[in-house]
């Protein structure tokens, strides 16, 4: 099996619902957005700590969701590809929408499924807790390393580390965010070895879980249909 990935044949309902949870805050946090873009919203209403902390909350949960389930699929590299194309088809539209978005999260996340697809083989020979604490001081080290360091060249930027006069509305680099998806991956592991217990064999809602199984399809159309009906009221 390539990749070296463990097959689930039952998804765990409490994982999706965490999904669509993060799916529901992420339309939310985008309409604020848009209202900030139409100038309902100031900067400082927008980019408050409270905003800062959901926007934390929403995309490492992606992330980690993310990971999770590389460990239950039988083709990450497909599924990398997929979120790939979305990711580019969302930088474009982000561009003929007049923003700017430059390795976003779906970038993130289509890239580190990839990644996943070449060393998860590897990596699942390791400890859960050992791929955690070292993803952990990985993912701290290279915040560190990529704030510090100025890139003398643009194209590092995928990288997290960026040349001056950078910008993009949506930013999540590999470093340090490729080992947050890592730690997912071991929580992934962890599902699998407690498979049979109560909270991960437990049946909920449709209306909690549906969500979080279509969250790639509702990402890709959501933020289209909110900044066309914020134009609409707006604009």
Not at 109 to 130: D, I, T
Not at 145 to 165: I, K, S
């Amino acid at each position: 099996m390539t990749g070296g990935q463990a097959v689930v044949k039952k998804r765990f309902d409490i994982l999706d619902a965490w999904r669509t949870l993060a799916i529901v805050l992420m339309m939310v946090y985008h309409f604020l957005y848009d209202l900030y873009i139409f100038g309902i919203l100031s900067a400082d209403q927008l980019f408050s700590a409270p905003m800062n902390v959901l926007e934390r909350f929403i995309c490492g949960s992606f992330i980690l969701l993310a990971g999770a389930s590389a460990r239950f699929s039988r083709n990450n590299l497909r599924h990398g590809l997929i979120v790939l194309a979305a990711g580019l088809a969302g930088e474009i539209g982000a561009a003929l929408a007049g923003q700017t978005i430059r390795f976003g999260v779906l970038m993130l996340l289509g890239w580190s499924m990839v990644l996943w697809h070449l060393l998860g083989e590897w990596l699942q020979r390791l400890p859960g807790w050992s791929v955690t604490a070292g993803s952990g001081i990985l993912f701290f080290l290279t915040r560190w390393w990529t704030g510090t360091v100025t890139a003398p060249v643009e194209w590092l930027y995928p990288l997290g580390f960026t040349a001056p006069g950078f910008y993009s509305a949506d930013y999540f680099p590999l470093f340090p965010w490729l080992f947050l998806f890592f730690v997912g991956t071991a929580l992934g592991g962890w599902c699998l070895e407690q498979r049979e217990s109560k909270i991960l064999t437990a049946s909920l809602p449709g209306a909690l879980t549906w969500p979080g199984r279509h969250s790639l399809l509702i990402y890709v159309l959501h933020q289209p249909v909110l900044y066309g009906v914020s134009y609409l009221i707006w604009g």
